[in-house]
């Protein structure tokens, strides 16, 4: 009988349990500050504390996003900064947006479509600043579809099968990333050329004897399997605690562990061995954002529903001085207390190498204003306070959100 693949939908990221790289490091290729380091996960949780923004940032920023017919938005699913642009993702079904850095909308890329030059769905995309070309991975079955910075079509690229995730890398290369669904998968990233030829693999280290006629899956909406540091690719898959990223050699290195130890799932928990997803207070997933300073740990129990589970936050780790701290969680709201300037309070939802930005409504923004806030009059750059209100003077409750950014430390 033909496989039917159960695609389970939970509003949550992804999880991970240690793998091996096929490649070997060489510490020759690393910097010193860069040597492979493992984060003790467990212990940085029991340092529970409310911390604030100023420990990060030296400043914070807001840029109104230009509201117009054209530029309406919808739900933002993910976002990517350039030194010139801003690209916005709106999930599966709209395109993705291009503004630039004072926030005045230039074009969307592309159209949704099945035209040569359309994308059917937008599911993630990567952007080649150096070349100016975005790469939007744009249907189920493997496309590739590239645009100048312009807003022209270049090609589409199209590879062999249907994979999780595909990213640009660098030049011509993408990584390719799928987690094994019936036990027998080789690989779990396989780095290939637009050729489809395989260049290098991080192999999977678990397998099983798969005997349901049915093959089960995950579908997290926020999940991040890659992010992007120092204009190189950093990759963690969903079972897999090790972050890999590249040496000056362009071979895959793993560059740090993040140790769940008793915390993680085992392997036989599954749900592609079992068929049906975990739902226990016991194990942990995590994902990985990372600053050239900062790594950025989001945590959660597992849950068998939409819902939210039973324990979930936010880590934040100082590579300079090898230790982190939990947030405080306050009645369900993950974030770093604002004292730089009296605003609301920060969530570094996106990262890069120097920035954390998130996006915020204009009435949440106003209605903070608005609340008589004692730490308000406490802000350490009262100035910085000043130009965030005159930011929101015009706006309306219904234009697109603004963007907050912390320029963090170094």
């Not at 990584?175 to 779990?188: D, H, I, L, R, S």
């Not at 397998?207 to 890659?226: E, L, N």
Request: include cysteine; charged fraction near 25%.
């Amino acid at each position: 009988m033909k496989s039917i693949i159960i695609i389970l939908f939970m509003g949550l990221l992804s999880f991970g349990c240690k793998s091996k790289n096929n490649q070997k490091e060489n510490p020759a290729d690393l910097r010193p500050e860069n040597a492979f380091f493992t984060i003790n996960v467990p212990e940085l949780m029991k340092k529970k504390r409310e911390v604030t923004l100023s420990e990060i940032a030296d400043t914070i920023e807001y840029i109104p996003l230009e509201t117009s017919q054209n530029s309406l938005l919808g739900s933002i699913s993910d976002a990517r900064f350039t030194k010139e642009y801003i690209f916005i993702g709106q999930g599966l079904r709209r395109p993705i947006v291009q503004y630039d850095r004072a926030g005045k909308f230039i074009r969307t890329v592309g159209s949704l479509g099945r035209g040569t030059e359309e994308y059917v769905v937008m599911r993630d995309f990567s952007i080649d600043e150096e070349h100016g070309i975005i790469y939007i991975l744009s249907s189920y079955n493997g496309n590739i579809q590239a645009y100048s910075f312009d807003g022209g079509y270049i090609e589409t690229i199209r590879f062999p099968q249907s994979y999780g995730e595909i990213v640009w890398i660098r030049d011509s290369l993408f990584m390719c990333f799928k987690e094994p669904q019936t036990g027998t998968g080789q690989y779990v990233f396989e780095e290939r050329n637009s050729k489809n030829e395989i260049i290098q693999t991080v192999k999977n280290q678990f397998f099983w004897q798969h005997t349901s006629k049915y093959i089960f899956g995950t579908s997290y909406p926020q999940r991040k399997v890659f992010h992007r540091l120092n204009n190189k690719l950093h990759f963690k898959a969903w079972y897999n605690d090790t972050v890999y990223t590249y040496n000056n050699k362009n071979e895959i290195i793993p560059k740090f562990f993040v140790d769940l130890k008793d915390l993680k799932l085992p392997n036989e928990l599954r749900i592609e061995v079992t068929g049906a997803v975990v739902s226990s207070p016991e194990y942990y997933w995590v994902s990985v954002k990372e600053s050239s300073r900062y790594i950025f740990i989001t945590y959660s129990t597992y849950s068998s529903s939409a819902g939210r589970p039973s324990d979930y936050g936010f880590i934040y780790f100082d590579k300079n001085k090898m230790d982190g701290s939990r947030y405080m969680n306050k009645m369900g709201k993950v974030h770093f207390v604002n004292d730089l300037d009296g605003g609301p309070n920060f969530y570094p939802e996106y990262i890069n190498d120097s920035l954390a930005f998130s996006f915020e409504s204009v009435s949440q923004l106003k209605k903070y204003l608005e609340t008589d806030n004692p730490k308000n009059t406490d802000a350490k750059k009262q100035e910085q306070k000043e130009v965030f209100k005159l930011k929101l003077k015009g706006l309306n409750e219904f234009d697109n959100p603004v963007i907050m950014i912390a320029k963090l430390k170094f």
